[in-house]
């Protein structure tokens, strides 16, 4: 069983910067590819950032230049480093990560709210 375990979420002022982290039970080189998406109240979960077994990376337009998506294999654990954060950036933080079969597995989420 595949379990994905968030941590980092903060109460931070805009212009702020935290650091999400993302632990896998597995070696994360059996679940790619990662990714962190996030829900704020009243909307849908959308992706924010997303790491390819070929270390290729995306973005959503909202964050580039702002966030940064990483991994350490030796750790199995992919990282968010969030800078200059925003009131909308706001929401639950997910970590995703894809399995054999096109399995998805999700972690519980952790709260970042950026607020003054």
């Known amino acids: 069983q595949v379990q994905l375990v968030e941590s980092g979420g903060d109460l931070v002022p805009p212009g702020g910067s935290l650091r999400l982290s993302c632990a896998a039970s597995v070696m994360i080189v059996s679940i790619y590819p990662m990714g962190w998406y996030r829900q704020a109240p009243g909307k849908q979960r959308e992706l924010v950032a997303e790491?390819?077994?070929?270390?290729?990376?995306r973005y959503a337009d909202s964050v580039k230049g702002r966030f940064t998506i990483s991994r350490d294999f030796g750790k199995n654990t992919v990282y968010l480093q969030m800078n200059n954060l925003e009131p909308e950036d706001t929401a639950v933080y997910y970590c995703?990560?894809?399995?054999?079969?096109?399995?998805?597995?999700w972690g519980q989420g952790t709260q970042v709210t950026v607020s003054s």
């Open positions: 995703k990560g894809v399995g054999f079969g096109g399995v998805a597995y």
């Open positions: 790491i390819s077994f070929g270390d290729d990376t």
